[in-house]
């Protein structure tokens, strides 16, 4: 099993920073990739930024030039860096890993989740 543990969310006024913090652990071989998602009250969940484990990142259009995603290999984190905030910013924010596992039946392929963790922006 792996674990994905998010942190860092809280309440900021527009034009604030947050960062985001997510935290691997259990059986895990290897990570791919790792990314961020979020789900505002009443949409469906989103994309927000993605990250390979060679380092290449991909944005949402909302995302660009605001927001950054990083990642420590070794320490099994991935970050989200939250810059000039709106208030449309305001939902739940989900940690994601696609994780390659051993087990006793061989390996296998799992993407996981985080619990998530609130952000809200206010106006």
């Known amino acids: 099993q792996v674990q994905l543990v998010e942190s860092g969310g809280g309440l900021v006024q527009a034009g604030g920073s947050l960062r985001l913090s997510c935290a691997a652990s259990g059986s895990i071989f290897k990570i791919d990739a790792m990314g961020w998602y979020r789900q505002a009250l009443g949409k469906q969940r989103e994309l927000v930024a993605s990250i390979t484990s060679a380092g290449s990142t991909n944005y949402a259009d909302s995302a660009k030039g605001r927001f950054a995603i990083a990642r420590d290999n070794a320490k099994n984190m991935v970050y989200l860096h939250l810059n000039s905030l709106k208030p449309e910013d305001t939902a739940v924010y989900y940690c994601?890993?696609?994780?390659?596992?051993?087990?006793?039946?061989?390996?296998?392929?799992?993407?996981?989740w985080g619990q998530g963790t609130q952000v809200t922006v206010s106006s």
């Open positions: 994601a890993a696609d994780v390659g596992s051993e087990s006793a039946s061989g390996y296998y392929d799992q993407r996981y």
